[in-house]
């Protein structure tokens, strides 16, 4: 994984999260809407931005950068706690 990349997909993912829980989570509750959904909406707006940026975080995928693309779109998009669990690794419970 590109470290650089990396940090700029979670930099980007907070932002996101940020934004939505700002911006979208009370229209969201003041409409009634069920909080579940939620994690669409910032699945969607994350893989937009991390598919109009360009972002690559998996240089391993050297063949086929279309496929490091995807994924790194679908990590912004489900948030940096996901990338947390990514890059801490399993737990040792």
């Known amino acids: 994984?590109?470290?650089?990349?990396?940090?700029?997909?979670?930099?980007?993912?907070?932002?996101?999260?940020?934004?939505?829980?700002?911006?979208?989570?009370?229209?969201?509750?003041?409409l009634g809407w069920d909080r579940f959904w939620l994690l669409y909406v910032g699945l969607a707006i994350g893989a937009a931005v991390g598919w109009f940026t360009g972002l690559n975080c998996f240089p391993v995928f050297a063949e086929s950068p279309l496929l490091g693309r995807v994924l790194t779109t679908l990590m912004i998009g489900l948030g940096p706690s996901f990338i947390y669990d990514i890059v801490d690794g399993p737990s040792r419970e």
């Open 1 to 30: 994984m590109n470290v650089e990349l990396l940090g700029v997909a979670v930099v980007a993912s907070f932002v996101i999260m940020k934004l939505i829980e700002a911006i979208i989570s009370p229209l969201w509750d003041r």
